[in-house]
């Protein structure tokens, strides 16, 4: 699969001025595509449109958007499917126009190569350095501001790990650079409530719904790292990778996941098999 | 002026896989160009390659940039410089490649304009209501990231004022939605330290610098709302419009300007006249 890259349905480049560029003012969903068809797309654009809501960019059309998505999402195989939307072509400064257009801008790429291991054996995780900041109007988006995330990542870049972790200012648990994390404790799941930042992830509300249906409760909480440590067992979660256990949180081996098992065998997930 | 947009040194549009777009990884500068001059250049610059330091973002060619400069800002008359550098195209994720070419991208338009009366009357501020959160990681920076500069002049969009006053979460007083702020008390000029958030604008520090010929002493320090009150007048600062007193703070007036005057005329701001 190769990229393609089509903005407001045309293919083509993006223009300089839009605001996407300028502030980072806008959203984005990351989406697996299987055979034509993308997971949770309904999810995905129903959080699109509140992030729209809370941010007040009017939401893109979402025909248009599912026209293009049919019409480009490679009908066999698998594919990321990335969605932009950002508050459009802008007035120099801050202040957003009166009337603003949005830009939404689909961009669909090869799907990454994620070792089958991670799924049996699970994943290792590495707290990072940076935490991060705290700001309850931004909590819980997937916004276009990821300097947080990319310099975490860069921090990682020599560790030996799969995904790190991120605690904020505070030291409380937000989750994986690229995931949300849960930690099972007898038949409780227990995941970070996000109001202070953190990204409410698509795939962390579907394991949420399902978790009933084996008899477990799912409860957000402020999650320090000693309930990380006091845990049965962690995973972690992604539109993308689906759920990975995490066999290893900084060295210290842990139970890798029945009830991580159980989920995935569950809900399914985008593996490569 | 119309808007010229360069990317890389040519004109045209941007790749949408940019690595600005998808995670507001890069900075940008602000500038004000007069008769084909670009107001303290080298400060801005000195800025960039800072900022590219602490985001581990490789500096672009400044010899590159200084030519298109001298090839596109108009001989005459005012025009505004936005100079954006990302860290280039990236592969899919968080993580930077292990060796990337940033991009940078040059857009020259038309002077704002800034009524007479802002210099010599002063300016009416509002405090938002939105807070910023703290991260010593990127406070100072003037990075893509600026989602909560945009929401905070969306809150201001109905409000008659011309600028908006930013607190950060723990209620310390950061600074203007696109400006820094200055708290003249006697002989001494207070400016919040910025170690938590905020941009070091180029501006703030060119009157930091210049403060002394005037008699002044320049302190960076943590600035409640209270230092503010108790200040014998207070002033904006920021790259294209200069230096502009404050003559009215939530709808209180404040004795306007000696200082903020001297300094204007002391270090000359792109006032139309």
Redesign the interface.
């Known amino acids: 699969v190769q ?1 393609t ?1 089509l ?1 407001n349905g045309l293919p ?14 806008g959203l ?1 969903e990351t989406m697996a595509a299987h055979s034509g068809e993308i997971r949770w797309l309904e999810r995905h654009l129903q959080r699109l449109r509140e992030g729209c809501r809370r ?2 960019i009017p939401v893109p059309d979402c025909a248009e958007i599912r026209r293009a998505l049919s019409g480009h999402v490679p009908r066999q195989g698998k594919a ?1 499917v ?1 969605l ?1 939307v ?2 459009g072509i802008g007035q ?5 126009p ?1 009337v603003s257009a949005p830009t939404w ?1 689909l ?1 669909i ?1 090869a799907w ?1 190569p994620y070792p089958a291991a991670n799924y049996t054996r699970g994943v290792t995780v590495t707290t990072c350095n ?6 309850p ?2 909590a819980g988006l997937k ?12 921090e ?2 020599d560790a030996r790990c799969d995904e790190g972790l991120l605690l904020d ?1 505070s030291g409380f648990v937000v989750g994986g ?2 995931s949300n994390v849960f930690a099972v404790r007898g038949p409780r799941l227990l995941t970070p409530r996000l109001s202070f ?1 953190g990204v409410r992830g698509v795939m962390r509300q579907v394991v949420m719904d399902f978790a009933p249906r084996l008899g477990l409760q799912a409860e957000e909480a402020e999650v320090g790292t000693g309930e990380l440590r006091e845990a049965d067992e962690l995973f972690l979660t992604n539109a993308l990778f689906g759920i990975w256990p995490i066999r290893e949180l900084d060295g210290r081996a842990l139970r890798c996941g029945a009830v991580a098992r159980q989920l995935i065998e569950t809900i399914g997930f985008p593996r490569d098999s």
């Open positions: 990229s890259w903005v083509g480049p993006l223009d300089p001025s839009d605001r996407g560029l300028a502030y980072g003012d984005f941010l007040s990321v990335k932009i950002t508050r120099r400064g801050y202040r957003p009166p801008i961009g790429g990454p940076l935490r991060l900041g705290r700001n109007v931004l916004h276009l501001n990821r300097l947080e995330q990319v310099l975490a990542q860069l990682l870049r200012t650079t690229m930042c």
